[in-house]
């Protein structure tokens, strides 16, 4: 599909003997720059799919060329979510990165959303890690375990309002702790990959220094501070010297949203961010 300013490929990625489906949104002139989307988990992943594909076609139509992947055991990529590894998730960046690096000879970016923030920031740190020169976060996830714990408050909300056995959060951390697999708005969760996320801060996970840093969060009004589970992340990666642009974007908390709704707060922001030290 073409727009005129991008072209548009769905396309299968050979990752590890895996398939990883992945929209390929690529400029209609020269690419300047390769970004990696690293997707949010579970509902929020859905809702942000619309908001993802509008910005790589906005960020194509200014030389970006942008691959938006389901990792493993999402979408129509291979693989089982109730089996998924956090480790494979991260082999999957790594190894659809590599691939975009390979294909335009660009400069790198990552693009984590919401817990996505995650996976990209720790995939900056591994042994022969990903050579990206910028990362941009939409409305990161600073804590996996405060993150966990509000993912479970939906199944315990589903429950009141169903006829099904009611159980608390005690309850369903014993049950993951146990190995088991639960669901959670529709999406099976494994103890496994339960206890990776709660074990995940962005504290600990310190960009390199080279990587430049475009951290987006949603405000209610332009101006507005981070919140403060963000300023102290900010603060510990600015000492360590990493390069960091905060942009407060003026629009809905969309990955919260049931009912599709705009946001081009978020992508002029996004742009905007992009164009300083471009």
């Given amino acids: 599909m073409s727009d005129h300013k991008s072209f548009t ?3 299968f990625l050979d990752v590890g003997g895996r398939r990883l489906f992945a929209l390929d949104i690529r400029p209609a002139g020269p690419c300047r720059g390769a970004a990696l989307y690293v997707a949010p988990f579970a509902e929020e992943m859905n809702r942000l799919r619309v908001h993802a ?23 129509e990529s291979d693989g089982d979510l109730a089996e998924v590894e956090w480790s494979g998730w991260l082999d999957d960046v790594d190894r659809a990165g590599r691939r975009l690096l390979e294909e335009t000879s660009a400069p790198l970016m990552l693009w984590g959303v919401r817990s996505g923030a995650l996976l990209a920031a720790e995939a900056l740190r591994r042994a022969d890690a990903l050579p990206a020169a910028r990362l941009l976060l939409w409305q990161p996830v600073t804590d996996g375990k405060l993150f966990l714990n509000q993912t479970l408050r939906l199944r315990i909300a589903s429950q ?3 006829e099904a056995e009611r159980e608390t959060s005690e309850q369903i951390r014993a049950r993951l702790a146990a190995g088991e697999t639960i669901e959670v708005a529709g999406y099976p969760l494994s103890g496994r990959l339960a206890d990776a996320l709660a074990a995940r801060r962005l504290a600990d996970l310190v960009p390199p220094a080279a990587c ?11 101006g507005q501070a981070p919140a403060a589970a ?4 900010l603060e510990g990666w600015r000492t360590h010297g990493v390069t960091v642009n905060t942009c407060g974007a003026a629009c809905p908390p969309v990955w919260q ?14 742009l905007a961010a992009l164009q300083e030290d471009a």
């Fill in 9 to 11: 490929e769905a396309r």
């Fill in 230 to 233: 963000s300023a102290r992340v």
């Fill in 160 to 162: 009141m309002v169903s």
């Fill in 257 to 270: 949203v049931h009912e599709p709704v705009d946001a081009p707060g978020l992508l002029q922001a996004t």
């Fill in 53 to 75: 594909a509008r910005m790589a076609r906005l960020l194509a139509g200014q030389g970006w060329r942008c691959l938006l992947p389901d990792l493993q055991g999402t979408g």
């Fill in 212 to 222: 430049r840093v475009d951290w987006i969060e949603a405000v209610a009004q332009p």
